[in-house]
Nanobody
């Protein structure tokens, strides 16, 4: 089992910055990737950013150049640095972990709310 706990959400003005944290614990040796997703009520969940075990990263076009996913191995924490925030970035943000060999994300955090005011 892997446990994921998000923190760092809040209210920020348009153009501002926010950093989300995802503290991970448990059977991390089998985790292939950790990703950040976001979801707005009534809309489909969106994959925002992924960091793979080999440290490669992938971003949604909507956040490319503004968001950065990173990991502090000493703290087993994955971060999502969000800059130049826009009202359309408002959502509940979730981190999720994908095990090696799995086709679907195996573990999810509880989510943290990000609200960007215009």
């Amino acid at each position: 089992q892997v446990q994921l706990v998000e923190s760092g959400g809040g209210l920020v003005q348009s153009g501002g910055s926010l950093t989300l944290s995802c503290a991970t614990s448990g059977r991390l040796f089998n985790v292939y990737a950790v990703s950040w997703f976001r979801q707005v009520p009534g809309k489909q969940r969106e994959l925002v950013a992924t960091r793979r075990r080999d440290e490669s990263t992938v971003y949604a076009d909507s956040v490319k150049g503004r968001f950065t996913i990173s990991r502090d191995s000493a703290k087993d924490t994955v971060y999502l640095q969000m800059n130049s925030l826009k009202p359309e970035d408002t959502a509940t943000y979730y981190c999720a972990a994908l095990d090696f060999g799995s086709s679907q994300y195996n573990y999810w955090g509880q989510g943290t709310q990000v609200t960007v005011s215009s």
